[in-house]
């Protein structure tokens, strides 16, 4: 049972453009969730994260959008350069329990020069 | 100030082997977690450790693995009689904290891959 979902594998882009990844929750016992980043034969890094009080997060080029009337948030890039090309990975620790963390399967990002 | 450090990087077993997995933490980090990413998969939760105690294990399989994170030393993921399904990226964690009032972030190591043949 998948409870945080990115169902785009993969999404390519041109440099300079933006980016926007995709992330759906299936349930309401989140707190917060994040982003994390990674490249292949390493392992993820930490790249944002949204509390579930708030809608909208921002960090430099990064913004993460929360829309909980849909369970759904969105990573946006902008503008978007070849160093960005990764595979993003959505995830949210569930309420109540450890602090595990629940991964989607990911979106790999390709910008293009 | 070093990062999460796992060895090794890549692990080669025949089926039926024994596969250690060691992860040493960042400094000043208490909270060991493990993650398994199979193939075009994200990463799966399998244990949360403090030291030399289990928290959650609710995502180990209940057979052949197993995991400790003594006083002393690296954290240890063990995998007994290894058979190809645990071919996969094995990924740990640690974190300084686990407050729940807010989010405590996870660093992760560079994984172990291991493949069994």
């Known amino acids: 049972d998948q409870q945080v979902k990115q169902n785009s594998p993969s999404l390519s882009v041109q440099e300079g453009r933006i980016s926007i990844l995709n992330c759906d929750y299936t349930?309401?016992?989140?707190?917060?969730f994040l982003w994390y980043k990674k490249y292949p034969a390493e392992g993820p890094t930490f790249l944002i994260s949204?509390?579930?009080?708030?809608d909208k997060n921002e960090d430099g080029r990064f913004t993460v959008f929360l829309n909980k009337s849909a369970k759904h948030l969105s990573l946006h890039i902008v503008p978007s350069q070849p160093g960005d090309s990764a595979v993003y990975f959505c995830?949210?620790?569930?309420?109540?329990?450890?602090?595990?963390?629940?991964f989607g399967k990911g979106t790999k990002l390709t910008v293009n020069p | 100030n070093a990062g999460v450090m796992q060895n090794p990087r890549h692990l080669v077993r025949r089926r039926g082997q024994e596969a250690r997995l060691r992860c040493s933490p960042m400094?000043?980090?208490?909270?060991v977690y493990w993650y398994r990413q199979l193939p075009e998969e994200g990463l799966k939760f399998m244990v949360y450790?403090?030291?030399?105690?289990?928290?959650?294990e609710s995502g180990m399989p209940k057979e052949r693995f197993s995991a400790e994170f003594p006083k002393e030393g690296p954290s240890i993921l063990r995998i007994q009689q290894v058979v190809r399904g645990d071919s996969a990226a094995y990924f740990c964690?640690?974190?300084?904290?686990?407050?729940?009032?807010?989010?405590?972030?996870?660093?992760f190591g560079p994984g172990t891959r291991l493949t069994v043949l």
């Open positions: 995830a949210a620790p569930p309420r109540g329990g450890s602090e595990k963390l629940v």
């Open positions: 949204i509390s579930s009080i708030k």
């Open positions: 349930n309401s016992m989140f707190d917060y």
């Open positions: 400094k000043g980090h208490s909270h």
């Open positions: 964690a640690s974190s300084q904290t686990s407050g729940r009032s807010s989010y405590n972030e996870q660093f």
């Open positions: 450790l403090q030291k030399e105690n289990i928290i959650d």
